[in-house]
């Protein structure tokens, strides 16, 4: 019973970390900083960005936001979100 109760709260903790933390888990190829200075907090802002918005962000170039924009258009990083909005975490689903 201890180790089920720990691992569901492990769990419960993971689900309420920031869309931020989501996102840099998921490794996209941005500084923390260019992240939150994008100030998008959802996968559909994230989504509506250009490459043109991503490489005037800090620390970030023309080659960086075409790796931004090449992570966000991966299949997996795809799917995962979609997975990540049906367990309902934060900024991933409506």
């Given at each position: 019973?201890?180790?089920?109760?720990?691992?569901?709260?492990?769990?419960?903790?993971?689900?309420?970390?920031?869309?931020?933390?989501?996102?840099?888990?998921?490794?996209?190829?941005?500084?923390?900083?260019?992240?939150?200075?994008?100030g998008d907090r959802?996968?559909?802002?994230?989504l509506m960005r250009?490459?043109?918005?991503?490489?005037?962000?800090?620390?970030?170039?023309?080659?960086?936001?075409?790796?931004?924009?090449?992570?966000?258009?991966?299949?997996?990083?795809?799917?995962?979100?979609?997975?990540?909005?049906?367990?309902?975490?934060?900024?991933?689903?409506?």
């Open positions: 019973k201890g180790k089920s109760e720990q691992i569901w709260r492990q769990f419960n903790l993971a689900r309420r970390q920031s869309f931020t933390r989501w996102i840099m888990a998921m490794d996209i190829p941005l500084t923390q900083a260019a992240l939150q200075a994008s959802s996968w559909e802002q994230l250009t490459e043109q918005h991503w490489w005037q962000l800090p620390a970030t170039g023309e080659r960086r936001a075409g790796r931004v924009i090449d992570w966000r258009n991966n299949p997996q990083i795809k799917t995962l979100s979609r997975w990540l909005a049906a367990q309902h975490i934060p900024g991933f689903g409506s």
